[in-house]
Every structure is written in structure tokens, then in C-alpha cells.
């Protein structure tokens, strides 16, 4: 079954939209552990999709991290880009 929505808000702010989905006004796409407490006192019920759905607006979405050049950072910073860099590099 395919369905079209007019969606009536469209936000970023998960807070406002729990707020609207907890109100019976819309459906909402957060992480499951942002839902966790609303699913088990059964005030939000989880929708079963046939398909995948993606936040990405196309198959590869990128991850940037904007920081000051070298002499301005300090070292937690240039240190936490490092550990990031790395950790990602090793997903692929």
C-alpha cells in the first residue's frame, strides 16, 4: 500500500515532535531509544514498515566536523577528531 502525507510540521527538534505524536497529531521517526518509555506505557505504538526508511537524501550521507584551524584548537579537540577519524575510517 503506498501512501502520500501533507505533512502539517516538519522539525528537527525531536522534543516538539514527541510532544505532537504523544497528542495524537502526526507520526514521528526517532531513535528507539528516545520512544523506549512512551512504547512501554503504551502511550506511542511502533509502526511495522515492509520498507527501510532513510534520513539520508542520498545513499551516501556524510558526517563534517567544523573546528578552528590547528594553532587555535586545542589539543582535546585536534585529539577527539583523531579518535573519530579513526574509529569511522574502520567501519568500511
Not at 504523544?22 to 531509544?33: A, F, N
Not at 512512551?38 to 534520513?55: C, F, G, M, P, T
Not at 573546528?67 to 568500511?92: C, E, G, H, M, W
Amino acid at each position: 500500500m503506498n501512501a502520500r502525507l501533507s505533512p502539517i510540521l516538519i522539525s528537527n527538534d525531536g522534543a516538539s515532535l514527541l510532544t505532537m505524536a504523544r497528542k495524537h497529531r502526526g507520526i514521528v521517526l526517532l531513535p528507539t531509544w528516545r520512544m523506549n518509555d512512551y512504547l512501554r506505557r503504551k502511550e506511542l505504538v511502533a509502526l511495522e514498515l515492509d520498507q527501510s526508511i532513510s534520513l539520508a537524501r542520498h545513499d551516501k550521507m556524510g558526517i563534517y566536523m567544523l573546528y578552528l584551524p590547528a594553532p587555535n584548537s586545542t589539543s582535546k579537540i585536534r585529539l577527539a577528531v583523531d579518535f573519530l577519524y579513526q574509529r569511522l575510517a574502520n567501519l568500511n
